[in-house]
């Protein structure tokens, strides 16, 4: 009689403390920057993510970057961890290129998807 009370204790205390949910906050966004004229993959590029205004035109001064990324010998470029919105009123909308000039050059808007990559090729 005690093993069945003891079962029924031990199975009430399993079921009674389920276990949350944890969901995903943040995507990833990955992309190649190609060179415009050769088609070729761009090492060393500067690419940004992070906000623009909705209305273009997009300029170093109005967009605010959360992150950035130099492409490698590939191209490539990956951010991970990326929330959806900085703030309600600021969405994570868009990945660009900064020169070394410091001129914002190439931009392309973006969807952040909590728990998905999104793809942002850039040519430039």
Same mark, same amino acid.
């Given at each position: 009689?005690?093993?069945? /009370?003891?079962?029924?204790?031990?199975?009430?205390?399993?079921?009674?403390?389920?276990?949350?949910?944890?969901?995903?906050?943040?995507?990833?966004?990955?992309?190649?920057?190609?060179?415009a004229?050769?088609?070729?993959?761009?090492?060393?590029?500067?690419?940004?993510?992070? #906000?623009? %205004? %909705?209305? %273009?035109?997009?300029?170093?001064? *109005?967009?605010? #970057?959360?992150?950035?990324?130099?492409?490698g #010998?590939?191209?490539?470029?990956?951010?991970?961890?990326?929330?959806?919105? /900085? #703030?309600?009123?600021?969405?994570?909308?868009?990945?660009?290129?900064? *020169?070394?000039?410091?001129?914002?050059?190439?931009?392309?808007?973006?969807?952040?998807?909590?728990?998905?990559?999104?793809?942002?090729?850039?040519?430039?």
């Amino acid at each position: 009689m005690r093993k069945v /009370i003891f079962i029924g204790v031990i199975s009430f205390v399993f079921f009674a403390c389920e276990r949350e949910e944890v969901r995903p906050t943040t995507g990833a966004v990955t992309g190649f920057v190609f060179d415009a004229n050769t088609g070729e993959p761009r090492q060393g590029v500067n690419v940004h993510i992070g #906000s623009v %205004p %909705p209305i %273009p035109p997009i300029t170093a001064n *109005n967009a605010h #970057s959360i992150s950035s990324f130099v492409t490698g #010998s590939d191209g490539m470029f990956v951010f991970e961890n990326v929330p959806e919105e /900085i #703030s309600s009123f600021r969405p994570v909308n868009a990945v660009w290129v900064i *020169n070394s000039n410091g001129h914002l050059t190439r931009a392309t808007r973006i969807r952040v998807n909590v728990g998905q990559t999104t793809n942002a090729d850039l040519i430039y």
